[in-house]
Every structure is written in structure tokens, then in C-alpha cells.
């Protein structure tokens, strides 16, 4: 069945009407989800605050449009090839498990030349818009949530070791 799940983790494949679709619509929504836990927002926040399906669908779904995640390199390459608008494109669940277990290779700065439209990037456009991790011995998916750790404080509801549990307008710690 098509647009059966929620819109902002939906592949582009599952949205479109008689698009036949797989397994690897599992990996979009696993990429887009990963994304949501590292930069501790929602995906295209803009577009579901103001209500605004009809410029979801041209940009996400048409164009390809996707967040912009600033970190690891081997984060972002995962993240581009997971959410690729092609289901073709995308590797199966079994390779990003291989992906997330290697450790990274030497991370280097990414360019800074590249234009971001709107806090997006297109699909003609690179995912590699962040910097190194920070310090050495940072590998595989551990390696790139300490990095987003140390540049947050809070990744995946811990804070400090601490379970932290939001609450309607407010966090709240529990002991």
C-alpha cells in the first residue's frame, strides 16, 4: 500500500502512487530516522510546522532534497547512499551494518565551497558538509555519536549518563 507511514520518514518511492517499492524503502526511513537521532530535530521541521505538504512533496519527494548533517564523513556518506532517491541506489540493511561496524577511514575537512539551499542539500549535491571527529579512536557508529555527544551534550535522550525523558514544553532529568 502506498503512503502508508509517516510522511517525513516515507521513502519517495512508497509516496508515489502505483511505485513499487521494497525493502530498501526501509532503508530511507532507517536513514532519515538515524539523521533525526544525530541532529536531535525532526527533518524538514519547516515544511511540517507550517503545514506545507505541497512544497514537501516537490522538493523531498520530486527533487530529491535532503538535511544537511554536519559531522563524521562516514556518517554522511552512510546517510547519502541510504536516503538516495533511487531505491536502486540505496545498500541493503546488511551493508550498513558492515558500514557502521568498520571503522572510518582517515576523516578530512569537507569542502568548504559547497552551497547549502534552505539547510538542504540536492541530490546533485554532496552530503559531506561537516568537519573531522574530534580526537582519535573514533570508529564505526559509537565513534560518530561521541562525536555528536561532545557537540551537543545530549544524543538519543542522555544527557551526562543521565536518562532524560522530555516532557510537554520541558525536559525533566530522572534520578
Known amino acids: 500500500t502506498n503512503k502508508t507511514g509517516s510522511l517525513i520518514l516515507m521513502a519517495p518511492e512508497v509516496f508515489k502512487q502505483g511505485e513499487p517499492y521494497n525493502q530498501k524503502a526501509d532503508v530511507y526511513s532507517f536513514a532519515m530516522l538515524l539523521w533525526h537521532m544525530l541532529a536531535l530535530e525532526l ?13 514537501f512533496e516537490t522538493n523531498v519527494m520530486e527533487r ?10 562516514h556518517i554522511q556518506m552512510l546517510l547519502q ?7 536502486n541506489k540505496r545498500p541493503s540493511m546488511e ?12 576523516e578530512e575537512e569537507a569542502p568548504s565551497s559547497l552551497e547549502e539551499e534552505d539547510g538542504f542539500v540536492t541530490k546533485e549535491e554532496t552530503a559531506v558538509v561537516g568537519t573531522t ?3 582519535a579512536g573514533s570508529s564505526s557508529l559509537m565513534g560518530g555519536l561521541s562525536y555528536y555527544c561532545g557537540l551537543s551534550g545530549t544524543v538519543l535522550g542522555f544527557s ?4 532524560v525523558v522530555p516532557t510537554s514544553s520541558t525536559e525533566r532529568t530522572i534520578t
Open 160 to 163: 551526562a549518563g543521565v536518562p
Open 43 to 55: 527533518p524538514y521541521l519547516e515544511f511540517v510546522s507550517k503545514k506545507d505538504r505541497s512544497s
Open 81 to 87: 547512499r541510504a536516503w538516495a532517491q533511487d531505491y
Open 95 to 106: 551493508e550498513i551494518c558492515v558500514m557502521l561496524e568498520q571503522p572510518p577511514e582517515e
Open 133 to 135: 571527529t574530534r580526537g
Open 64 to 73: 530529491g532534497k535532503r538535511p544537511v548533517l554536519k559531522g563524521p564523513k
